[in-house]
């Protein structure tokens, strides 16, 4: 890579990380393009010589908050003795990320974006929890007949349990704290396991 090339790279890495942390202290209602422009001190429009539209920098973000969340999740439950200790700590990681970072949610799941290109959309596939929910339960289920089904099945479940916890959690809707929620998914999960097992 030439210097130029390189340098064209490293500005192109130091908008995304900005605005990064910028959504993540003050959130994306309060962000814009121009306030990125002003904060790092380049023209408002020199960022469109490095991305095409603010949808298209803002997956880019995306997927800087999604490599971030793999990181947390990746070292989590290293000291568990069994698989479902260490599934369920796993996504005890998941959610509080989450808590501790409630605009990275809001944005993510909150904030509407155009399609992503090809590129980027590749990157979404396969989401975060899916990979670390398949992981656990293939362990789980490893000696079972039909295991396959069970499995895409019992992880849309719990899928499905921890989003609609997490939107309930912001969106006020309703009164549930944080512990609780993380102790009432793992026992959640912990039944729906030994229904499936007997």
Partial sequence: MNRQK??????KIK???????MIKESGIDNFSLRKLADHIGYSYTTIYNYFSSMDEYLWYVSLTFIEELVEVISISGENSCDNINLFLEKIESYYRYYFENPNVFKFLFFYP????SKDIKEEFE???LWNILLKG?????DDE???ESKIENIGNIIVSVIHGKLLFYFSKKEEIGKEEII?????NIEFLLSVEKN
């Fill in 113 to 116: 974006l155009e399609m992503p």
């Fill in 126 to 128: 396969k989401p975060v």
């Fill in 6 to 11: 390189k340098r064209k790279e490293e500005l």
């Fill in 15 to 21: 908008f995304i990380k900005c605005g990064k942390e």
């Fill in 183 to 187: 102790i009432e998914t793992k026992q």
């Fill in 137 to 141: 339960l293939y362990d789980y289920f």
């Fill in 145 to 147: 007949d039909n295991a």
